[in-house]
């Protein structure tokens, strides 16, 4: 059984950074696709970062290069380090993995097979 376990969230003023990791139990080896999203309260979900196991990476537009996601292999850890947070960031993180096929795809067609239970990012103002 899959388990992903988010850590790393806080509370933290604009303009600060934060590094939310996730860590990955019992995932094949192989082809692979890992993901963070996010929801606020009210909103629906949404695709942050992408990360495939080809390491090609993607982000959504209004990450306006102020994320990087990374995964060390060896710790079997994904990162999502964060700067330059804006109030609007605030939300509840969540890290996925699934679909290698259709990764890289925003909008709500890729297809996630495991999800972890989040991580709280409180930005003020």
């Known amino acids: 059984q899959v388990q992903l376990v988010e850590s790393g969230g806080g509370s933290v003023q604009a303009g600060g950074s934060l590094t939310l990791s996730c860590t990955v139990s019992?995932?094949?080896?192989?082809?692979?696709?890992m993901a963070w999203f996010r929801q606020a309260p009210g909103k629906e979900r949404e695709g942050v970062a992408f990360?495939?196991?080809?390491?090609?990476?993607s982000f959504a537009d209004f990450v306006e290069g102020r994320f990087t996601i990374s995964k060390d292999n060896a710790k079997n850890t994904l990162y999502l380090r964060m700067y330059s947070l804006k109030p609007e960031d605030t939300a509840m993180y969540y890290c996925?993995?699934?679909?290698?096929?259709?990764?890289?795809?925003?909008?709500?067609?890729?297809?996630?097979?495991?999800w972890g239970q989040g991580t709280q990012v409180t930005v003020s103002s």
């Open positions: 019992a995932y094949s080896d192989g082809r692979y696709c």
């Open positions: 996925a993995a699934g679909s290698y096929e259709t990764c890289h795809q925003f909008g709500g067609t890729w297809s996630a097979n495991y």
């Open positions: 990360i495939d196991s080809d390491v090609s990476t």
